[in-house]
Nanobody, 121 residues
Framework: QVQLVESGGGLVQPGGSLRLSCAASGSIGSINDMKWYRQAPGKQRELVAS???????RYADSVKGRFAISRDNAKNTMYLQMNSLKPEDTAVYYCNFLLRVTATVLLKDYWGQGTQVTVSS
């Protein structure tokens, strides 16, 4: 069907940067909303950023001004540029696409496998 594969996570020092990617493959007709979530140990999963099919973006207050979400529709790929990283950004980051499978009019959510981001000295 459809698979989302994430990459770009790793260990970085406070103040550093990382760029996450999420690429979808399969029989995709179109992708509406693309979102990044994160979940730290013992905490609820939270919405970090979203981008609509038209390019409108929204950010959680905790990351606004530091993170930037973008998309490449030709590659069915979403990115998250993370700058000025803080220890509290440490979490597993998950991508989520709302998309239409080829030859259907139904919309469905798909999730990536998650990628670990650790910010530490």
């Amino acid at each position: 069907q459809v698979q989302l594969v994430e990459s770009g996570g790793g260990l970085v020092q406070p103040g550093g940067s990382l760029r996450l990617s999420c690429a979808a493959s399969g029989s995709i007709g179109s992708i509406n909303d693309m979102k990044w979530y994160r979940q730290a140990p013992g905490k609820q999963r939270e919405l970090v950023a979203s981008i609509s099919s038209g390019g409108s973006t929204r950010y959680a207050d905790s990351v606004k001004g530091r993170f930037a979400i973008s998309r490449d529709n030709a590659k069915n790929t979403m990115y998250l540029q993370m700058n000025s990283l803080k220890p509290e950004d440490t979490a597993v980051y998950y991508c989520n696409f709302l998309l239409r499978v080829t030859a259907t009019v139904l919309l469905k959510d798909y999730w990536g496998q998650g990628t670990q981001v650790t910010v530490s000295s």
